[in-house]
């Protein structure tokens, strides 16, 4: 068994996952709301970098900057449009409305992209030697980016007034808001930094995947395991999470192949809500 | 104006249900098989997810696991189908047993999700283990001649459903389910056996499901684990109790009714914005009506009032969005 390029292979799609399941938590822990549509929003961020890229032919850096921007602002408008006018509602109330949302979100990807698999053959190409393994670069990049960005959220809400204003939410609306935090305000800012982080992992894996408007589908469910297995609203958690469930599933799919290899992940998963609910880091919270 | 109660519609109903097949065309009989399953499963999550108030996004893995069990019983024993269907839906019953003892100590989003992983890793399973479930090509089972037996025994579950339901709504058995719905704590601390009853919710919630799964391998003459584990027809069916009301005798019937027409006419036309439509649907009911149709009927005045709907939607109901 080729041990050191399992870790490795392991170690980067972990980071993509990180990426995923840190938005998906950052916008439960504030918002107790289950975002069934993350994975889709992912899709189709990873089917527009792809008409970027090779439909108007422009670099790839542009949908860097631009497919998470434009995830954001897609982000608020459903913030503003479903997700306020539902606030206080019973749970099933927000997560059937993610789910609805989830499925126009797919069937809207097919009517554009068609139902086939798209890539993005010569960006990020070719491979390079660490530590005598090949890596393939668009993975290294993804990794890179991807492990960078949720860093830099988890600094940004430890360290700044912002982050601080973000977990007061999440803790205790009802203090946050006697406070003087605008609660709706960070509410909104939240769910938008959530998708536009779904967006970013979208256009990190469009180079390092076979992509097609049911990707979301297969992905939500990793980044559920992630967030259970790493505690739901903890940050660390789900990083440490994501890191060790893709070596999990990249070892799994090796010794058993790759439909069974991703059945290992829901199983940990169902065996962590079994066991010890709160996951490896989280704080026991408050649902 | 005389106000319809349950008794009134679900006699109606069961009326138009009896003398449909002997003057309907096969095409009626094939699509009110189709709507009829759709009533059993969308009573049977109302079970669990209307009364208990439990979010359970993973039903349809007692329909894959009775479509299976049902299909490989008569693909490889030549079983008669209702004989397998019955076997598919003990099934269900077992297998709900266990999960619901462990899953159901988890609480909101957590079982919501737990139960959606599980209905993945059955699938992933189905798809995996191909030597038993021939994986993604699917089982082709013998298709049947005439639909009209097949419908009258569907029927015939979504009646006992029905009935159960209203017997439910009328007892102290339901008014305990709506207490966990309403504050699982509290009802804990007035004396009900929460854990026992939610399990036995759970429990009578998937024998049903399971036995429509088969009896719709049979239907299709086919199944996959696409379809067997279809997260499309979760959606159908949760949509179907939350259009016409959660946790209420007569809901069920009214979105599985309403929505099945509409499913119908959108899959004929437009099939390729057939999902879109549903989840347009499901959002607009979320967002506007999360009572349902029965909530409207009674406030109009055309429905005979019942229990109140869902407390917690209703103390919402005066705030400004």
């Known amino acids: ?287 | 104006m005389k106000k319809l109660g349950p008794l009134t519609i679900a006699g109606a109903a069961g009326l138009a249900a009896l003398v449909l097949p002997l003057v309907g065309s096969d095409y009626a009989v094939s699509f009110s098989i189709q709507l009829l399953i759709f009533l059993v499963l969308a009573y049977s999550w109302n079970l669990i997810g209307g009364y208990a108030g439990y979010t359970h996004f993973g039903q349809v893995s007692f329909f894959g696991i009775g479509a299976y069990v049902g299909s490989l019983l008569t693909f490889h024993w030549n079983v008669p189908w209702y004989f397998a269907a019955v076997v598919a839906g003990v099934a269900g019953g077992l297998t709900a047993v266990p999960l619901g003892g462990a899953m159901l100590r988890l609480k909101g989003p957590f079982f919501a999700i737990g139960m959606f992983g599980f209905a993945r890793v059955l699938e992933a399973f189905a798809l995996g283990f191909d030597s038993i479930t021939q994986g993604g090509t699917g089982i082709y089972l013998k298709p049947l001649g005439d639909l009209r037996p097949l419908y009258y025994v569907v029927a015939g579950v979504t009646a006992i459903m029905l009935l159960l339901t209203w017997k439910l709504d009328n007892s102290r058995l339901g008014l305990k389910l709506l207490a966990i719905r309403e504050d699982e704590n509290a009802a804990e601390s007035l004396g009900i056996p929460t854990t026992r009853l939610k399990i036995g919710a759970f429990v009578a919630s998937a024998i049903a499901p399971a036995a429509m799964g088969s009896l719709y391998a049979i239907y299709l003459g086919f199944i996959d684990p696409p379809t067997a584990f279809a997260p499309n027809i979760e959606l159908t069916t949760i949509a179907m109790v939350l259009l016409g009301g959660m946790g209420t005798v007569l809901g069920p019937l009214f979105g599985a009714v309403v929505l099945s027409i509409v499913n119908e006419v959108l899959w004929a036309n437009y099939p390729q914005i057939y999902l879109a439509c549903v989840g347009t649907i499901v959002l607009l009911a979320v967002m506007f009506t999360p009572r349902g149709i029965v909530n409207l009927g009674m406030k109009s005045g055309w429905l005979a009032v019942g229990r109140p709907l869902f407390r917690r939607l209703a103390a919402r109901a005066g705030q400004p969005s």
């Not at chain 1, 799609?13 to 107790?32: D, Q």
């Not at chain 1, 930094?193 to 589908?217: E, R």
Request: hydrophobic share 60%; charged share 10%; proline share 3%.
């Open chain 1, 1 to 287: 068994m080729p041990v050191a390029e399992l870790l490795v292979g392991g170690i980067l799609l972990g980071g993509v996952y990180a990426l995923m399941a840190c938005g998906l938590n950052l916008i439960f822990g504030v918002m107790r709301v289950i975002n069934f549509a993350h994975g889709d929003i992912m899709a189709i961020a990873a089917l527009s970098t792809v008409s970027i890229a090779v439909g108007f032919k422009l670099p790839f850096w542009v949908a860097i900057i631009a497919v998470p921007l434009g995830c954001a602002a897609f982000g608020a408008l459903i913030h503003v449009v479903i997700l306020r006018r539902i606030e206080g509602a019973p749970l099933i109330m927000s997560l059937l409305a993610t789910y609805a949302l989830s499925t126009i979100l797919v069937n809207v990807a097919i009517l554009i992209w068609g139902g086939g698999y798209s890539g993005l053959p010569g960006v990020l190409s070719g491979s390079v030697r660490l530590f005598g393994i090949n890596v393939s670069i668009s993975r290294l990049v993804s990794f890179i980016c991807a492990l960078g960005v949720s860093l830099a959220v988890w600094w940004l809400l430890e360290f700044t007034r912002f982050g601080r204003a973000v977990r007061s939410v999440s803790r205790a609306p009802e203090l946050a808001s006697i406070s003087g935090i605008a609660i709706e305000r960070v509410r909104l800012a939240t769910f938008a930094l959530g998708t536009a982080m779904a967006g970013l992992a979208g256009v990190l894996i469009a180079p390092a995947f076979a992509i097609d408007p049911q990707l979301g589908s297969r992905f939500i469910i990793k980044a559920f395991a992630v967030i259970i297995v790493g505690g739901m609203g903890s940050y660390p958690g789900a990083i440490l999470a994501a890191l060790i469930l893709g070596v999990i599933e990249v070892v799994g799919s090796y010794l058993a192949g790759a439909v069974i290899g991703s059945a290992f992940l829901f199983l940990l998963m169902l065996g962590v809500l079994l066991v010890r609910p709160r996951g490896l880091l989280g704080a026991g919270i408050r649902v």
